[in-house]
């Protein structure tokens, strides 16, 4: 079984809907990430969590909230999509061992707002 | 401002060398890390540098140089299965949250 998973794989929505993308790991790691992708691009950090208490905004966070309901879930909701929000979204978590952090991801979600 | 600059397109051929370089400005430095992805795929770990000097994991080798702010990826012996692009990220804070580079796609030849 997968240790890092994202639902759905693949989701159209229209312009205006909340939308909600889970991630759930069993690797038993405090810190989780989300990300997006766009073509030709690295990725861009949208919120992280170093445990359940804790959560904060990223690079790109305006247009998304997160919710992280245990350790080992991370959601990453949509409010009111919007076309330019279409892209690829990763879910990660990390472990730091002798201050090397190593994340790990989860399949991707694939995002067309219509 | 923060930023990793590398270069957004290789091409080698099939048994060849190959070195992907990333140089770095960030607020603080933690580390430098490579992943590669396949298309349509996730990122997957594949070095770490911490300390100046040449990391060998196979036929894959990492490389720093913190006085310069720079680092790169070794590719040796290429197979048509490294066709993918690498991306380079730093720990740039006492958190250790990484700061990716864009990506180098990585073309291979036969």
């Known amino acids: 079984d997968a240790d890092v998973t994202q639902t759905p794989r693949n989701r159209i929505t229209k312009t205006g809907k909340r939308i909600m993308l889970e991630c759930s790991q069993t690797?038993?790691?405090?810190?989780m990430y989300w990300y997006r992708q766009d073509p030709g691009l690295g990725l861009r950090l949208i919120y992280y969590?170093?445990?359940?208490?804790?959560?904060n905004k990223g690079e790109i966070s305006d247009g998304y909230s997160v919710s992280r309901q245990a350790q080992a879930k991370f959601s990453l909701s949509l409010e009111s999509a919007i076309p330019n929000q279409t892209a690829l979204y990763f879910c990660?978590?990390?472990?730091?061992?002798?201050?090397?952090?190593?994340?790990?991801f989860g399949p991707g979600t694939r995002l067309l707002v219509l | 401002g923060q930023s990793l600059e590398q270069p957004s397109e290789v091409t080698a051929v099939e048994g060849a060398i190959v070195q992907i370089n990333c140089t770095y400005q960030?607020?603080?430095?933690?580390?430098l890390s490579w992943y590669q992805q396949h298309d349509g795929g996730a990122p997957t770990f594949l070095s770490y540098?911490?300390l100046d000097g040449l990391e060998e994991t196979g036929r894959f080798s990492s490389f720093l140089s913190r006085s310069d702010s720079y680092g790169y990826l070794l590719l040796q012996e290429l197979q048509m299965k490294d066709s993918a692009s690498y991306f380079c990220a730093v720990g740039q804070d006492s958190n250790y949250q990484l700061i990716w580079g864009a990506g180098t796609k990585l073309i291979i030849k036969p």
């Open positions: 540098n911490a």
């Open positions: 690797k038993g790691h405090d810190r």
């Open positions: 960030t607020s603080g430095f933690y580390g």
């Open positions: 990660a978590t990390s472990d730091l061992q002798g201050g090397r952090e190593t994340q790990y």
């Open positions: 969590s170093f445990d359940v208490k804790d959560i």
